[in-house]
């Protein structure tokens, strides 16, 4: 069964700094696109980076400058830097990750259970 387990998240201070981890476990022969989403309360999902295999990546408006998305391919792992915390970026953090199984099967789409990031004083 393949997993996508998130680490790292908790609270922390205003301008202060975390850094997120997700890996992909289990049965897998190939993992591609990788990307981190957020939910805050009452709010919609919103990509907050991706990053392809390549390391081609991509931001929200709204954590340019301050997030940085990275990967280990060997790990099949993707980080997420997050520096100058605003309260506003208070949400649930969830991993996203597109992969295949095995060479018979498509490639899809796999979400981790999710991390919560808490930006208060």
């Known amino acids: 069964q393949v997993q996508l387990v998130e680490s790292g998240g908790g609270l922390v201070q205003p301008g202060g700094s975390l850094t997120l981890s997700c890996a992909a476990s289990?049965?897998?022969?190939?993992?591609?696109?990788m990307a981190w989403y957020r939910q805050a309360p009452e709010k919609q999902r919103e990509l907050v980076a991706g990053i392809t295999r390549d390391a081609i990546t991509n931001y929200g408006d709204s954590v340019k400058g301050r997030f940085t998305i990275s990967r280990d391919n060997a790990k099949n792992t993707v980080y997420l830097q997050m520096n100058g915390l605003k309260p506003e970026d208070t949400a649930v953090y969830y991993c996203n990750a597109n992969l295949r199984r095995t060479w018979t099967t498509d490639w899809e789409w796999s979400w981790g259970q999710g991390t919560q990031v808490t930006v208060s004083s």
């Open positions: 289990g049965s897998i022969i190939g993992v591609a696109t």
